[in-house]
């Protein structure tokens, strides 16, 4: 078992910045990634960005350039830098973890709302 506790979400201008991070704990030896979803309002949850135990990272066409994931491996602990947000980044963000081949774990989800 993993247990995932974000933080970091708000209420923040267009253009402006947050820093979500999410904190792992338990079984965390098993974990091949740890990425960072998100969901708006009547929409479905997509995958924003992701950084594997092998060092790669992916990110969504809409967050390239804006976002930055990044690990502290000793915390266990994953971050989602986001820099010049806008209101179409508004959404319920997920950190969620595992190994490939099971499935992720989730944690609560922290809201992000970017006003106009």
Known sequence: QVQLVESG????????SLRLSCAASGS???VD???????????????????????????VDSVKG???????????????QMN???PADTAVY??????WD???YWGQGTQVTVSS
Not at 94 to 99: A, F, L, V
Request: proline share 5%; net charge positive.
């Open 66 to 80: 804006r976002f930055t994931i990044s690990r502290d491996n000793a915390k266990n602990t994953v971050f989602l």
């Open 102 to 104: 099971s499935n992720p």
């Open 28 to 30: 965390i030896f098993s």
């Open 9 to 16: 979400g708000g209420l923040v201008q267009a253009g402006g």
């Open 33 to 59: 990634y740890m990425a960072w979803y998100r969901q708006a309002p009547g929409k479905q949850r997509e995958l924003g960005a992701r950084s594997t135990s092998g060092g790669s990272t992916y990110y």
């Open 84 to 86: 010049s947000l806008k």
């Open 94 to 99: 997920y950190c969620t973890s595992g190994p």
